[in-house]
């Protein structure tokens, strides 16, 4: 995959004026992808992901319109030719459109605004220069994924196959049978669980989820581990809680029931 020959930088200092987009009300359910980038640029989303019905504006003005008229499941950002405006867009858009995710891809050099995009709510940021198949994976996993639709009635969260989170029993229910979490296990499932399709980094995770205790990276290896052997069909070869080369671990929900149970992860993921 060819990194992008130039950059528009998307200011992280820039502020987000809610109130001063518009976001109109009637817009039609659209469960494709509509994405703003240039057809030549490092990306063909058409081309990557065949079965998926991908809309494509290469400029702002068209993305803006297109984004008035439909409501798709997933939007994709690619900077450039995406800028600061666009970011604001979509970011405001996704405050009114809650069953939607968005996606930014950018330059290797533009980190302040792959951070900025996930302050904003964006799903996830992706660097151009990563391996191409984990740029493909992770936009598969945003692709499928609905936010909060891994939440089951009574505060449980699906997280494996017949098994579920149950928050307010603090452990996990596997087929039918309640098992009890080390408090630690139960902080860092929740946390991930929460975040379904989002890497972390051990040191990510480890201030996040267990502030103010003194540990080494490894040790988020070692729940890790225990976590597998608790949620996972086969431990040795995990399809929900996945390391991400160079990045950490992230957390890919099971299919919903009628869902296709193909696992898109599988194959831009090592272990």
């Avoid at 991908?54 to 008229?69: C, G, H, I, N, Y």
């Avoid at 891809?105 to 799903?123: C, I, Y």
């Avoid at 009628?258 to 831009?268: C, Q, R």
Wanted: aromatic share 6%; proline share 10%; hydrophobic share 45%.
């Amino acid at each position: 995959m060819t990194q992008a020959h130039s950059d528009v930088p998307l200011a992280a200092e820039a502020s987000l004026r809610v109130g001063s987009l518009p976001i109109p009300p009637t817009a039609e359910p659209f469960p494709g992808w509509l994405a703003l980038a240039d057809p030549d640029g490092p990306i063909d989303l058409p081309r990557l992901f065949p079965d998926v019905d991908v809309r494509v504006e290469q400029s702002s003005t068209a993305f803006a319109d297109a984004l008035a008229e439909v409501e798709p499941s997933l939007v994709v950002l690619i900077s450039p030719p995406a800028g600061p405006g666009d970011l604001q867009r979509v970011a405001g858009w996704l405050l009114a459109h809650r069953r939607s995710c968005a996606v930014l891809l950018s330059s290797h050099q533009a980190v302040a605004a792959r951070l900025h995009a996930l302050e904003l709510g964006f799903s996830d940021a992706i660097d151009l220069s990563s391996d191409p198949m984990e740029v493909v994976g992770r936009l598969s996993i945003a692709g499928r994924r609905v936010p909060g639709a891994g939440l089951l009635p009574g505060h449980r969260i699906l997280v494996g196959h017949g098994v579920e989170l149950d928050l307010r029993a603090r452990a996990i229910r596997r087929d039918g049978r309640l098992l009890p979490l080390r408090p630690r296990e139960l902080a860092l499932l929740e946390f991930l669980a929460l975040h379904p399709g989002r890497a972390f980094s051990r040191e990510e995770l480890l201030r996040n989820v267990w502030p103010g205790i003194a540990g080494n990276e490894r040790m988020v290896d070692v729940y890790v581990f225990w976590l597998r052997t608790k949620i996972e069909r086969d431990p040795a070869e995990p399809i929900h809680l996945l390391t991400v080369r160079g990045s950490g671990y992230l957390f890919d929900p099971p299919a919903a029931a009628g869902d296709s149970p193909a696992n898109v992860n599988e194959p831009p993921t090592q272990r």
